[in-house]
């Protein structure tokens, strides 16, 4: 919109704006205040009781609380049995140089 409203390119706006400072400071400074309003309207939803809102405000900023999703798998071989080896894997001469400082892995 902005490039329409000046009568030029996206590419020559965004061109210009790498040119200047205060234009990055501009567009920043905007941006900012635009997630000030979407942050003030997840509160109020928050506020409201809305579901999805407190979940997304837990699973982000509450994850120093502990609401964090946490996955766990588990890799398992053929009908859920061990994983079996069944090739022989090249290790790097290089790797083989620095196996001492890794003690717990067998080269």
Not at 82 to 99: D, R
Request: charged residues 30%; hydrophobic residues 35%.
């Amino acid at each position: 919109m902005a490039a329409e409203s000046l009568g030029c390119s996206r590419q020559a706006l965004h061109q210009r704006v790498n040119k200047s400072k205060e234009l990055q400071q501009i567009i920043h400074d905007e941006r900012q205040g635009v997630i000030d309003v979407a942050e003030s309207a997840l509160y109020n939803r928050v506020l409201d009781g809305d579901m999805r809102a407190i979940e997304f405000t837990l699973r982000t900023i509450g994850k120093d609380r502990g609401y964090v999703e946490k996955r766990q798998e588990e890799i398992t071989g053929k009908d859920g049995g061990p994983l079996e080896h069944t090739h022989q894997i090249n290790v790097p001469e290089e790797v083989k140089k620095v196996a001492h400082l890794l003690p717990d892995v067998k080269v």
